[in-house]
């Protein structure tokens, strides 16, 4: 590294132009970022829900749908009729949608002396009140689910508009969206379901990166400011920063990677991150910087001081991240990839731009004896003494806090609830919660049933089995409604039979029909009465074979696809609480153990790749952190060559995790998957500050007292590791300014772990020095 330091000093003009042109190529592919905000695509594909999920959209033409309803206290009236009528065919013409189902053209099953009519519920909308009152009979005495076209209280009209499976979900939603906030009429109007909530995710996060950035540069400048109050001290780290995330983002930009849910908090992260070397460096500088010697003099002496710590920190705070990739979600995987990318731009940029500049500039006017700078050094002498003294106070004092956290650890709860995340107030989630009280729900189950050959599901065996499926989950708790092929097959058969409800069933495997023939009888042709025997399967091809003559062949095409081998149920919840979704799957899974054995049955839905992240997040949390761990000491050991120093590291790192885990049990704090993420970036970032303090107590003379060389380890890095905390800890904390109580969470969540690793740094690694420093593998 002497080497090193010694050819970036000596061309410091070729450094920088080599570092612009770089910066200028990243810069150019910025124009080419992407955003993916939808969290069920950075699902593992090979995890059942989401082959199911991704498999849905080979068979049936639309997936999603997105749920609007109107309201209104007089929705009935001809003039409102004709406005839900206006608003269905106008839903149905825009291009990236594939078929629309509401109160004004739901299809009405008739039997007819010919056999069957199929109809939609209105040809032209209701014109005064006889006509409204005809269509309400209608409506109503239909047989088919209306649970998410009507509400109960008849005063919100549902319209569920079914997205082609061809095009991105969030994409048709922003062109479903811009359609309704175009609507001009006096009903109010709300709309939710997965795309739309993605659509809104997506436009958060572009929020927050908007906003959240530009607070986070700010806060450096003035944390620099305080510290150096000079320029050089500003602009510098502040360079490495923007340099930093420049480079990282445009990566992503040139390997195609897009901005998704968890990637979008990077510049953030990056930002408070890539600041901390520069301080050390600079804080280092100036203390050097004396009458008489010479900017290259000084330069190659700190360069040579802090190349080893930088290095240290810097690699372990990469494989911190890295450790993401324990996790099977993608977008947290590549989290870790790009961070752990950005870090070592950083380090980079700090062992080269920094030097480079320094080289340049002229030494400062005012050595760093100024009288901010004599009362922090002051005040840590003051504090080491103090603890040394007190060293017995400080470790019941820490074995209490540790005490007191682990307290909280039965408290944390797992719920990744996506709508949470929004504010009360906003939009998103102002829609789903009113949409959600009065219809059967924009959350759904898929039972997904699937039989070895075609037309198996005009087995009466399997309909029956769905049919009795519907019934259960109808008696679920939070489960508003359910949709299958079986609905519709009741139906036909019950108007197949004048509309008795004896025959509103499924029909039995062979059944009894009744019918009349023409027989000659003294020499006279008369009706007769004849009964005879039908296979169920025959008759219920009939029924099919007679609706596609009278409605539309495809208008079960979402239910099954046209071999009849593989058929959908839906059932429409109203929640996506993971506790209710949970108790649900478990039922579900049990009800098709012991009941459904006519077909293969599988689930997935969007309640199934909600449980999904749920169990990955779980599953990511305990690995990541556990990788994370192993990585610090293996590189902190290899680096320190001391398998005593690479332990030492990750004991403040211990520390933080505990408090942050009991901060969570007690606060009320959520395990999600933003949340999760904490541990392993308060890992790779909170583990700088124990590198540095054991750098520098093992630099000093063995020969002095284990007291003395604590003492002047914390003089030498005490001031450096507190100004590096409080200036990243405060740049997480910008991210409580986010709009996703998620993101809020984990911006507090690091803010406190940067805090109490530096504590850990600063006062357990002191005490455990003053206890048992006399060990020489330390």
């Given at each position: 590294?002497?080497?090193?330091?010694?050819?970036?000093?000596?061309?410091?003009?070729?450094?920088?132009?080599?570092?612009?042109?770089?910066?200028?190529?990243?810069?150019?592919?910025?124009?080419?970022?992407?955003?993916?905000?939808?969290?069920?695509?950075?699902?593992?594909?090979?995890?059942?829900?989401?082959?199911?999920?991704?498999?849905?959209?080979?068979?049936?033409?639309?997936?999603?749908?997105?749920?609007?309803?109107?309201?209104?206290?007089?929705?009935?009236?001809?003039?409102?009729?004709?406005?839900?009528?206006?608003?269905?065919?106008?839903?149905?013409?825009?291009?990236?949608?594939?078929?629309?189902?509401?109160?004004?053209?739901?299809?009405?099953?008739?039997?007819?002396?010919?056999?069957?009519?199929?109809?939609?519920?209105?040809?032209?909308?209701?014109?005064?009140?006889?006509?409204?009152?005809?269509?309400?009979?209608?409506?109503?005495?239909?047989?088919?689910?209306?649970?998410?076209?009507?509400?109960?209280?008849?005063?919100?009209?549902?319209?569920?508009?079914?997205?082609?499976?061809?095009?991105?979900?969030?994409?048709?939603?922003?062109?479903?969206?811009?359609?309704?906030?175009?609507?001009?009429?006096?009903?109010?109007?709300?709309?939710?379901?997965?795309?739309?909530?993605?659509?809104?995710?997506?436009?958060?996060?572009?929020?927050?990166?908007?906003?959240?950035?530009?607070?986070?540069?700010?806060?450096?400048?003035?944390?620099?400011?305080?510290?150096?109050r000079n320029i050089r001290g500003v602009l510098l780290p502040l360079g490495v920063v923007l340099i930093s995330v420049l480079w990282t983002i445009g990566l992503m930009a040139f390997l195609g990677i897009p901005i998704s849910h968890s990637t979008n908090m990077l510049p953030i992260l990056l930002a408070s991150i890539a600041?901390?070397?520069?301080?050390?460096?600079?804080?280092?500088?100036?203390?050097?910087?004396?009458?008489?010697?010479?900017?290259?003099?000084?330069?190659?002496?700190?360069?040579?001081?802090?190349?080893?710590?930088?290095?240290?920190?810097?690699?372990?705070?990469?494989?911190?991240?890295?450790?993401?990739?324990?996790?099977?979600?993608?977008?947290?995987?590549?989290?870790?990839?790009?961070?752990?990318?950005?870090?070592?731009?950083?380090m980079f940029f700090s062992l080269t731009f920094i030097p480079a500049a320094l080289v340049l500039l002229p030494l400062p006017k005012k050595a760093l004896k100024q009288s901010k700078s004599r009362w922090m050094n002051r005040a840590v002498t003051a504090y080491a003494e103090f603890l040394i003294s007190r060293k017995s106070?400080?470790?019941?004092?820490?074995?209490?806090?540790?005490?007191?956290?682990?307290?909280?650890?039965?408290?944390?709860?797992?719920?990744?609830?996506?709508?949470?995340?929004?504010?009360?107030?906003?939009?998103?989630?102002?829609?789903?919660?009113?949409?959600?009280?009065?219809?059967?729900?924009?959350?759904?189950?898929?039972?997904?049933?699937?039989?070895?050959?075609?037309?198996?599901?005009?087995?009466?065996?399997?309909?029956?089995?769905?049919?009795?499926?519907?019934?259960?989950?109808?008696?679920?708790?939070?489960?508003?409604?359910?949709?299958?092929?079986?609905?519709?097959?009741?139906?036909?058969?019950?108007?197949?039979?004048?509309?008795?409800?004896?025959?509103?069933?499924?029909?039995?495997?062979?059944?009894?029909?009744?019918?009349?023939?023409?027989?000659?009888?003294?020499?006279?042709?008369?009706?007769?009465?004849?009964?005879?025997?039908?296979?169920?399967?025959?008759?219920?091809?009939?029924?099919?074979?007679?609706?596609?003559?009278?409605?539309?062949?495809?208008?079960?095409?979402?239910?099954?696809?046209?071999?009849?081998?593989?058929?959908?149920?839906?059932?429409?919840?109203?929640?996506?609480?993971?506790?209710?979704?949970?108790?649900?799957?478990?039922?579900?899974?049990?009800?098709?153990?012991?009941?459904?054995?006519?077909?293969?049955?599988?689930?997935?839905?969007?309640?199934?790749?909600?449980?999904?992240?749920?169990?990955?997040?779980?599953?990511?949390?305990?690995?990541?952190?556990?990788?994370?761990?192993?990585?610090?000491?293996?590189?902190?050991?290899?680096?320190?060559?001391?398998?005593?120093?690479?332990?030492?590291?990750?004991?403040?790192?211990?520390?933080?995790?505990?408090?942050?885990?009991?901060?969570?049990?007690?606060?009320?704090?959520?395990?999600?998957?933003?949340?999760?993420?904490?541990?392993?970036?308060?890992?790779?970032?909170?583990?700088?500050?124990?590198?540095?303090?054991?750098?520098?107590?093992?630099?000093?003379?063995?020969?002095?007292?284990?007291?003395?060389?604590?003492?002047?380890?914390?003089?030498?890095?005490?001031?450096?590791?507190?100004?590096?905390?409080?200036?990243?800890?405060?740049?997480?904390?910008?991210?409580?300014?986010?709009?996703?109580?998620?993101?809020?969470?984990?911006?507090?969540?690091?803010?406190?772990?940067?805090?109490?690793?530096?504590?850990?740094?600063?006062?357990?690694?002191?005490?455990?020095?003053?206890?048992?420093?006399?060990?020489?593998?330390?």
């Amino acid at each position: 590294m002497k080497n090193y330091t010694k050819t970036i000093t000596e061309r410091p003009w070729l450094t920088i132009l080599l570092i612009f042109l770089i910066t200028v190529f990243f810069g150019w592919n910025l124009k080419n970022i992407k955003m993916d905000p939808d969290i069920t695509s950075s699902l593992p594909k090979n995890i059942p829900a989401k082959l199911l999920y991704d498999r849905m959209n080979d068979i049936f033409p639309s997936r999603d749908f997105i749920l609007i309803a109107v309201e209104s206290d007089s929705l009935f009236s001809p003039a409102n009729l004709q406005t839900l009528f206006k608003l269905t065919e106008d839903l149905e013409s825009i291009p990236d949608v594939y078929s629309v189902m509401s109160p004004t053209n739901i299809k009405v099953i008739r039997g007819t002396e010919e056999g069957m009519e199929v109809k939609s519920i209105l040809d032209a909308p209701p014109q005064n009140a006889r006509q409204v009152e005809a269509y309400k009979q209608v409506l109503y005495h239909s047989d088919l689910p209306i649970e998410n076209i009507i509400s109960a209280d008849q005063k919100m009209a549902g319209i569920m508009v079914f997205l082609k499976n061809t095009v991105k979900p969030e994409d048709a939603a922003a062109e479903v969206m811009a359609f309704v906030d175009n609507v001009d009429s006096e009903l109010h109007i709300y709309i939710t379901g997965k795309p739309i909530l993605t659509l809104y995710l997506g436009r958060g996060m572009g929020r927050d990166m908007g906003v959240l950035f530009p607070m986070v540069l700010l806060l450096i400048v003035l944390m620099l400011f305080i510290s150096f109050r000079n320029i050089r001290g500003v602009l510098l780290p502040l360079g490495v920063v923007l340099i930093s995330v420049l480079w990282t983002i445009g990566l992503m930009a040139f390997l195609g990677i897009p901005i998704s849910h968890s990637t979008n908090m990077l510049p953030i992260l990056l930002a408070s991150i890539a600041v901390a070397d520069g301080i050390h460096i600079l804080n280092n500088y100036l203390n050097k910087a004396r009458p008489g010697t010479q900017p290259l003099q000084v330069t190659r002496e700190v360069m040579q001081d802090l190349n080893k710590p930088v290095i240290i920190t810097s690699v372990t705070t990469a494989f911190g991240f890295l450790a993401l990739n324990a996790s099977s979600i993608g977008s947290v995987g590549e989290l870790g990839i790009f961070t752990a990318a950005g870090v070592i731009f950083a380090m980079f940029f700090s062992l080269t731009f920094i030097p480079a500049a320094l080289v340049l500039l002229p030494l400062p006017k005012k050595a760093l004896k100024q009288s901010k700078s004599r009362w922090m050094n002051r005040a840590v002498t003051a504090y080491a003494e103090f603890l040394i003294s007190r060293k017995s106070w400080f470790a019941v004092a820490i074995l209490l806090i540790v005490l007191l956290s682990v307290l909280g650890f039965p408290k944390i709860k797992l719920e990744n609830n996506s709508i949470g995340n929004f504010p009360k107030t906003h939009p998103a989630r102002v829609d789903y919660e009113h949409i959600n009280a009065h219809f059967a729900g924009s959350t759904f189950l898929t039972v997904m049933v699937e039989g070895d050959s075609s037309g198996q599901l005009k087995e009466p065996r399997v309909l029956r089995d769905m049919a009795k499926m519907e019934t259960f989950l109808n008696r679920q708790e939070h489960v508003g409604g359910t949709l299958s092929l079986a609905d519709f097959i009741r139906r036909m058969n019950k108007v197949m039979h004048a509309d008795s409800s004896t025959y509103d069933c499924i029909p039995a495997d062979e059944e009894t029909e009744t019918g009349v023939e023409w027989i000659q009888e003294n020499g006279r042709w008369i009706e007769k009465q004849i009964t005879f025997k039908v296979p169920g399967r025959a008759l219920i091809a009939q029924y099919l074979q007679l609706y596609e003559m009278s409605g539309k062949p495809d208008d079960f095409a979402n239910l099954v696809d046209y071999k009849y081998k593989t058929g959908r149920i839906n059932a429409f919840i109203d929640t996506e609480s993971s506790g209710v979704l949970h108790t649900l799957h478990d039922a579900v899974r049990a009800y098709i153990r012991d009941h459904f054995n006519s077909a293969r049955v599988e689930l997935t839905g969007t309640s199934e790749l909600f449980l999904a992240i749920n169990d990955l997040v779980v599953k990511g949390q305990f690995y990541s952190i556990l990788v994370s761990l192993i990585l610090v000491i293996l590189v902190t050991t290899i680096l320190f060559r001391s398998l005593g120093s690479g332990l030492l590291n990750v004991v403040p790192l211990l520390f933080a995790m505990i408090f942050n885990f009991g901060f969570m049990g007690w606060a009320a704090v959520h395990l999600n998957i933003v949340t999760m993420l904490t541990s392993s970036i308060a890992i790779g970032v909170g583990v700088d500050y124990a590198v540095h303090l054991i750098h520098r107590y093992r630099v000093q003379d063995d020969h002095r007292a284990v007291a003395e060389r604590v003492k002047r380890a914390l003089e030498q890095a005490g001031v450096p590791i507190l100004l590096n905390a409080l200036t990243v800890g405060l740049g997480f904390a910008i991210l409580s300014f986010s709009i996703f109580a998620g993101v809020k969470h984990m911006g507090i969540l690091i803010s406190i772990a940067m805090f109490t690793s530096c504590f850990g740094a600063v006062a357990i690694l002191p005490v455990l020095f003053l206890y048992f420093g006399e060990k020489k593998n330390v």
